[in-house]
């Protein structure tokens, strides 16, 4: 049993609303971060020199709904240095209501070839929103992007998953793509015939949820160090075509 109020012990912390959510029904702002800093501390750590940044889905809507994105320099990561950056997309736009849209989608920047790759699991609902992202971070940037939606990016079955297809994908990417693939070679960021078992993404995203609980607890009757491991890989970002 996942109890509420379970965290990474960092910036993240889930409440019994975010994960029943993972259990079948449309995720939270709040579970998406926390697959994101799981992905950060659990995987992006082991490559110690990859400049990759997942935004955060408060900070990919503050920055889709600020007429100047300049303004929120002091917010948002240090882009100077990053190769690509992961934007979950949602097309909420009404800063009023908390939680807000009904749609998520995932857009992925590589800032060194100048490129956005669009991945929408209901093609093309999050268009428009994952074009505006793109010409907000190429503001940011300094430089022009070229944006390209994938039409071929695996589609959802239901009207839920949207936000479950977001984070395999993102983990997909990072992973088999992004981080082990050599600097000289040119990898493509297509995702067809990937096929998506979303109802075995929750279980997965659950299941690594409870053993950080667990983890959790045991750390804190044991008054024990860390739970994230260091080991790094010097490494120079792939091309993307």
């Known amino acids: 049993m996942i109890s509420a109020d379970t965290s990474l012990d960092h910036d993240i912390r889930l409440t019994k609303e975010d994960i029943d959510t993972l259990k079948n029904d449309w995720l939270t702002d709040n579970s998406i971060a926390f697959w994101e800093e799981y992905l950060e501390r659990e995987k992006l750590s082991h490559y110690g020199n990859a400049n990759v ?113 977001v984070c395999i994908q993102m983990k997909h990417l990072l992973l088999k793509k992004i981080l082990t693939a050599s600097p000289d070679q040119k990898i493509s960021m297509s995702l067809a015939g990937n096929e998506i078992d979303a109802s075995r993404g929750r279980k997965k995203m659950l299941k690594i949820i409870e053993e950080f609980r667990k983890e959790g607890e045991k750390r804190r009757s044991h008054g024990g160090g860390g739970l994230f491991s260091n080991n790094e890989h010097s490494r120079s970002p792939p091309r993307i075509e």
């Open 53 to 165: 940044v997942l935004l955060r889905p408060s900070m990919c809507f503050m920055l889709m709904q600020t007429p100047d994105p300049h303004t929120l320099k002091d917010a948002l990561p240090d882009f100077s240095r990053t190769t690509h950056i992961f934007l979950p997309i949602n097309d909420c736009r009404n800063v009023e209501v908390p939680e807000g849209g009904s749609h998520w989608s995932l857009l992925v920047v590589s800032v060194y070839d100048g490129l956005a790759f669009h991945y929408d699991s209901l093609t093309p609902s999050n268009h428009n929103e994952a074009r505006l992202a793109t010409q907000k971070i190429g503001q940011l940037l300094g430089k022009p992007l070229h944006f390209t939606d994938l039409q071929d990016t695996p589609q959802q079955q239901n009207s839920s998953d949207c936000g479950v297809f």
